[in-house]
């Protein structure tokens, strides 16, 4: 008998998970016991078409008919399923139904519909888990009344999978992620991403209202120009523009950055937009940037024709004194803008935010800011637009969720409405390459409005819980000398997010004194290529570690520091934190066995 992938089937029935209820009273909506798993009473959350969920209320034989009541039903399984996954971390772990009691808000008239009404509940459990699975024992019950009124309430219980089967050594973990459309189509294994929202791992994970948007989408034609604009203010709307602003969609943010230059170049000016990249010497072309801030996005700057101007370098980043000497020196006038990455991160300038701003505004420069990975928290979608910035630049792939081909830019709306006629869909514009499709721009849309409907708070929650899962398996390993959770400003974005950091102990004079001065800032710097991260070599001890990871199965990507690895848990589910966990700790028992490690037990800071 085939095994179903309830996750997988989730997808492919188009499911959308509400938001776990909030609880009532004093309980647990989800109660772990050993091997089995009880869910406490569920009612029906019902979408909106605004992307919202509300509760489904009524009686039947009185507000509510037999279908609309069975609808509900439904609608509980799937909310249920919500609390499942929140607390388990994947719906793989349940192993299958136990059974089901079943309330519905009824009139005496209708009780002989209520099997009927219940099939609804077990319709879905059935289709997620499979009919093996998915059945259960049963019990449908009418009920004079139900709390708020709803119209159906139902309880269950569950067994779950013994850990081992769910992905702890072995073949069997291997065997548990084998199910999935890279390895069928051509072999290629899913990785466990323990690095973060990588370009080369395809950005993050995308909630599936935001893919059910992109598939409608693609069914139907619209025109790109309007269609742009309205979701440019829908954009806008969410992350709180100020008057006089407006967001602008672009395929991703090193895209977003080649755009904006483009418009601050170009304007609106139809001659100089269709000879780009060639530029005279007339035109506003120079573009101003921190010598010490992360210059690798210079060649899409360049790619408009722009010359870029460095100031400082990583030593002695740019200084408030050199910025005006070339504001006011010989190219004055010539600027386009100026380029700034992160201003939130003191590490990145020598010069605040503010001073940038005071002396762009003083020789009317534009500031546009790259803030492609920092997001969370949630409230830099307006930091940056309420100090008045003129452009800030997101990535659409990263926390956003939307797809790794899509980008935000907010700014002022003459910026964007210059912005427009310098890319796609026009012709003749040297960002016509830089296509955002319907579908990304549905897309990110959906995305967006699905993630502000969180809290930053719940997301760190997931995070703690995650990193406690890993902490837990490491726990008293041998090779492994000190396990430790803590944030590094600036190092790996966003730098926001606690990552959890794993000493290693080698047996040899693997680690040098400069090895060991890096390692207090805790990050390798450019050891890790993050165009490939799984072409990582095993040099020494770290590397070895994660090469074994990222060749073994599952493929597990982390990255290095001087002393050890780094696990950043921003796109682990709690599922794959375990999984990860047990593969760290086995595979530093093998290196502890060929001599790699030498045996010690971690401490916590």
Same mark, same amino acid.
């Given at each position: !008998?085939?095994?179903?992938? &309830? ?13 776990? &209820?909030?609880? $009532? ?13 009880? *869910? ?25 008919? =037999?279908?609309? $009541?069975?609808?509900? %039903? ?15 971390? +994947? ?27 219940? /099939?609804?509940?077990?319709?879905v459990m059935r289709d997620v888990f499979g009919p093996a699975a998915g059945v259960g024992a049963r019990s449908a019950v009418g009920a004079g009344t139900l709390p708020f009124n709803i119209a159906v309430e139902v309880e269950a219980e569950f067994e779950l999978k013994p850990q081992a089967s769910v992905g702890s050594r072995g073949a069997s973990e291997g065997e548990q992620r084998s199910d999935h459309i890279y390895q069928r189509l051509f072999g290629l294994p899913s990785v466990i991403n323990c690095i973060g929202s990588f370009t080369s791992l395809g950005g993050s994970r995308m909630p599936a209202v935001a893919a059910q948007a992109m598939v409608e989408a693609s069914q139907h034609f619209v025109d790109l120009n309007a269609l742009q604009r309205e979701c440019g203010k829908r954009l806008a709307t969410l992350c709180r523009c100020p008057t006089g602003y407006t967001a602008f969609l672009t395929t991703g943010a090193a895209a977003g950055l080649a755009v904006t230059v483009a418009a601050c170049i170009a304007g609106k000016d139809p001659d100089i937009i269709h000879r780009l990249p060639k530029t005279s010497s007339n035109d506003k072309r120079m573009v101003i940037m921190d ?26 980043? !740019? ?11 010989? @190219?004055?006038?010539?600027? %386009?803008?100026?380029? !700034?990455?992160?201003?939130?991160? &003191?590490?990145?300038?020598? #010069? ?12 009317? *420069?534009?500031?546009?800011?790259? %803030? ?55 012709? @003749?514009?040297?960002?016509?390459? #830089?296509?955002?499709?319907?579908? /990304? #721009? ?5 995305? *967006? ?28 390993? %041998?090779?492994? +000398? ?41 990050? !390798? ?18 590397? +070895?570690? =994660? ?21 950043? &848990? ?6 794959? $934190? /375990? ?18 490690? #030498?045996?010690?037990?971690? +401490?916590?800071?």
């Amino acid at each position: !008998m085939d095994v179903v992938d &309830p996750e997988r089937k989730l997808l492919e029935l188009g499911y959308v998970l509400p938001p776990v &209820p909030e609880k $009532a009273g004093l309980y647990k909506l989800v109660n772990v016991v050993g091997n089995r798993c009880v *869910v406490c009473g569920h009612g029906p959350f019902a979408p909106r078409k605004d992307g919202t969920f509300a509760l489904v209320q009524g009686k039947v034989g009185d507000t509510l008919t =037999v279908e609309q $009541a069975k609808a509900a %039903a439904r609608y509980t399984a799937i909310c249920m399923l919500a609390s499942l996954r929140s607390e388990l971390g +994947s719906l793989r772990r349940i192993g299958r139904l136990v059974r089901t009691f079943g309330l519905v808000n009824a009139a005496h008239s209708c009780v002989e519909s209520l099997p009927k009404i219940m /099939d609804g509940f077990s319709e879905v459990m059935r289709d997620v888990f499979g009919p093996a699975a998915g059945v259960g024992a049963r019990s449908a019950v009418g009920a004079g009344t139900l709390p708020f009124n709803i119209a159906v309430e139902v309880e269950a219980e569950f067994e779950l999978k013994p850990q081992a089967s769910v992905g702890s050594r072995g073949a069997s973990e291997g065997e548990q992620r084998s199910d999935h459309i890279y390895q069928r189509l051509f072999g290629l294994p899913s990785v466990i991403n323990c690095i973060g929202s990588f370009t080369s791992l395809g950005g993050s994970r995308m909630p599936a209202v935001a893919a059910q948007a992109m598939v409608e989408a693609s069914q139907h034609f619209v025109d790109l120009n309007a269609l742009q604009r309205e979701c440019g203010k829908r954009l806008a709307t969410l992350c709180r523009c100020p008057t006089g602003y407006t967001a602008f969609l672009t395929t991703g943010a090193a895209a977003g950055l080649a755009v904006t230059v483009a418009a601050c170049i170009a304007g609106k000016d139809p001659d100089i937009i269709h000879r780009l990249p060639k530029t005279s010497s007339n035109d506003k072309r120079m573009v101003i940037m921190d010598g010490g801030n992360d210059t690798r996005w210079a060649q899409s700057i360049e790619t408009t024709g722009a010359e870029i101007r460095f100031l400082g370098n990583e030593r002695q980043p !740019m200084t408030a004194r050199q910025l005006q000497a070339e504001l006011s020196g010989l @190219n004055r006038g010539q600027h %386009a803008c100026i380029v !700034m990455y992160d201003q939130t991160l &003191p590490a990145n300038t020598a #010069m605040s935010l503010e001073a940038v701003l005071r002396l762009a505004r003083s020789y009317s *420069v534009p500031l546009v800011v790259d %803030a492609a990975a920092q997001i969370p928290p949630r409230s830099n979608l307006w930091y940056w637009t309420e100090r008045g910035v003129d452009a800030v630049v997101f990535s659409g792939g990263k926390q956003l969720s939307g797809t790794q081909t899509s980008g935000l830019v907010l700014a002022r709306r003459e910026l964007v409405e210059a912005m427009r006629l310098n890319t796609s869909p026009n012709e @003749n514009t040297v960002c016509r390459p #830089m296509k955002c499709s319907k579908e /990304d #721009m549905l897309g990110l849309v959906t995305a *967006v409005e699905y993630y502000m409907k969180g809290s930053d708070e719940e997301d760190f929650a997931k995070y703690r819980k995650a990193l406690d899962i890993v902490s837990e398996r490491v726990r008293n390993v %041998a090779g492994i +000398s000190r396990v430790r959770v803590q944030r590094l400003d600036g190092a790996i974005q966003p730098s926001i997010i606690p990552k959890l950091f794993l000493d290693l102990c080698p047996a040899g004079p693997h680690f040098s004194k400069a090895a060991a001065t890096e390692a207090k800032s805790g990050f !390798m710097k450019n050891d890790v290529d993050h165009g490939n991260p799984l072409a990582l070599q095993p040099t020494d001890p770290p590397k +070895s570690l =994660v090469h074994r990871l990222g060749t073994g199965r599952p493929c597990i990507v982390a990255n290095t520091t001087a002393t050890g690895i780094i696990i950043n &848990p921003q796109l682990l589910t709690l599922e794959e $934190a /375990d999984i990860a966990g047990r593969r760290i700790a086995e595979e530093c028992r093998k290196m502890v066995e060929t001599g790699e490690l #030498m045996a010690a037990s971690p +401490s916590r800071l």
